[in-house]
């Protein structure tokens, strides 16, 4: 039989793109082709780079991606590169015009378009009557996982109406569009009976969720929809805007044991007139006020956040504001940035980019400083407490996971000494031990 053609898919930027990226080798599949994620080794007919055009780094790393498979394509390793994404779908024509040897050209949405420009190799090989005819129904396709079989991403809603002054994301992927609920329903129960049992739900703006195709916020009930099915072990929620927060979110994390207790709320500063600058409809007192009540309605939740440092205008006396909002909040998970303008929003049509990139950085680092001691108190904390692992590795006796109040790829590991359980397990484990970014534990006797 003859070799069925190969398409390598490179996804860069967030799990918004993996999660597109895994439809498209559902869908390949289906029509006949050997997919290859994320190669080491970049080889066969197709290449195909689902780009980020977030901030100047992510743009960065999606052209060099390009050019590298360029490269390939000129050694005769590749057939024909394939670009698709956010960075294509914001700056196509300049793209084109820069980057000719590239031979297929899609954005974030109409990438389908090249699965259809594909021959249907399903003919050629035997396949069952079922199998006939899902392949001659590509939108039944599942999606091909890349994540491991016991986690799944959840994209639940496509764009943002919030048009924040420094974000680019409304510019490059649209207004705010919901999924009905009854869709994600039926797509978490066909991910439960392959296996899966961590779903973390993810979109722009979480907090706008259903507005659009409901009149109102509909975050709650998904959730709770979602926390009723048999199977699913722990959700976990990202990311949700301050402004407009859904409040009668709360009681349903509150409710189900297997709603992680665990948000990713990006709040970006505290001082006012920074907020105000950043066009995030919301003040310090606001702010404040929301967090307390997420802490009183919600005990022992984990809150995980982002702070920009440089935003044109930041003065010493509001970096230093931020700097004392990050003390006083210990928040147990926080990740920072340095303000990076973008090209057609707000921030860069009406502002002075006018602090240095060298201040911007050493603001940063100072945040990143506070925070690895608030960090490493809080997992201290943590030692001779009970928690539930979920195993991810396991190299004979020692296995490695993440508690429920840890995401994948952004936040630390638990490790468990004297561990003999496979990875997708769940285990329950008593914290013996603790760094900065890292919990030590022991399995527990019963």
């Known amino acids: 039989m003859k070799a069925r053609p190969i398409v390598n ?4 930027g967030c799990s918004k793109n993996l999660v597109d990226s895994e439809s498209l080798l559902s869908r390949l599949e289906r029509k006949g082709y050997d997919v290859v994620h994320n190669p080491s080794e970049v080889k066969g007919e197709y290449a195909v780079v689902n780009t980020c055009g977030f901030i100047a780094d992510a743009k960065e790393e999606s052209i060099n991606m390009i050019l590298q498979l360029i490269a390939e394509k000129e050694r005769k390793n590749i057939g024909k590169v394939v670009v698709m994404g956010c960075l294509s779908e914001r700056y196509l024509e300049e793209l084109k015009n820069e ?3 590239v031979d297929l050209w899609y954005g974030k949405f109409d990438w389908k378009n090249f699965i259809e420009t594909l021959p249907d190799l399903t003919q050629e090989t035997e396949q069952t009557p079922d199998s006939k005819r899902e392949s001659r129904n590509p939108e039944k ?14 994209k639940v809603s496509e764009g943002c109406n919030r048009f924040c002054a420094f974000c680019a994301i409304p510019l490059i992927t649209g207004r705010h569009t919901s999924r009905p609920i009854e869709e994600i329903v039926a797509e978490v129960e066909g991910l439960v009976a392959q296996g899966v049992k961590e779903f973390n739900i993810i979109a722009q703006d979480l907090s706008s969720y259903g507005i659009d195709l409901y009149g109102e916020q509909r ?22 805007y301050p402004a407009d927060f859904p409040m009668d979110l709360l009681p349903v994390i509150r409710k189900h044991s297997n709603v992680c207790n665990y948000i990713d709320i990006a709040l ?20 404040l006020e929301l967090l307390a009540a997420i802490r009183r309605e919600v005990p022992g939740i984990h809150l995980r956040t982002t702070v920009m440092t440089g935003f044109p205008g ?14 006083s909040q210990k928040f147990e998970r926080l990740g920072g940035f340095a303000y990076s303008e973008e090209e057609g929003t ?24 506070i925070q690895r001691d608030i960090a490493e108190a809080h997992n201290l904390a943590q030692i001779g407490k009970k928690i539930t692992v979920l195993i991810e590795e396991n190299d004979g006796d020692t296995a490695i996971g993440r508690s429920e109040f840890d995401s994948p790829e952004v ?12 990875p997708g397990e769940m285990v329950e484990a008593v914290v013996t031990g603790a760094g900065e970014y890292e919990l030590y534990a022991e399995m527990t006797a019963d």
């Open 268 to 287: 970006q500063h505290i001082s006012t007139p920074v907020l105000r600058a950043m066009n995030r409809k919301i003040t310090r007192e606001e702010t």
């Open 99 to 101: 980057l000719q040897e």
């Open 9 to 12: 898919v490179i996804t860069m």
């Open 141 to 154: 396709s599942t999606r091909k996982l890349t994540t491991p079989p016991w986690s799944a991403y959840i």
């Open 411 to 422: 936040d630390q590991e638990v490790i468990i000494h004297n561990c003999n359980a496979r």
């Open 346 to 369: 707000l921030a860069a049509d009406n502002l002075q980019d006018d602090i240095p990139e060298d201040v911007k950085q050493s603001r940063l680092d100072e945040i990143m400083s």
């Open 314 to 327: 930041e003065t010493e006396a509001d970096f230093e504001e931020l700097k004392e909002f990050v003390r």
């Open 219 to 240: 975050l709650a009930q998904l959730v709770d929809s979602l926390a009723s099915i048999p199977g699913v072990r722990w959700i976990r929620l990202h990311y949700l």
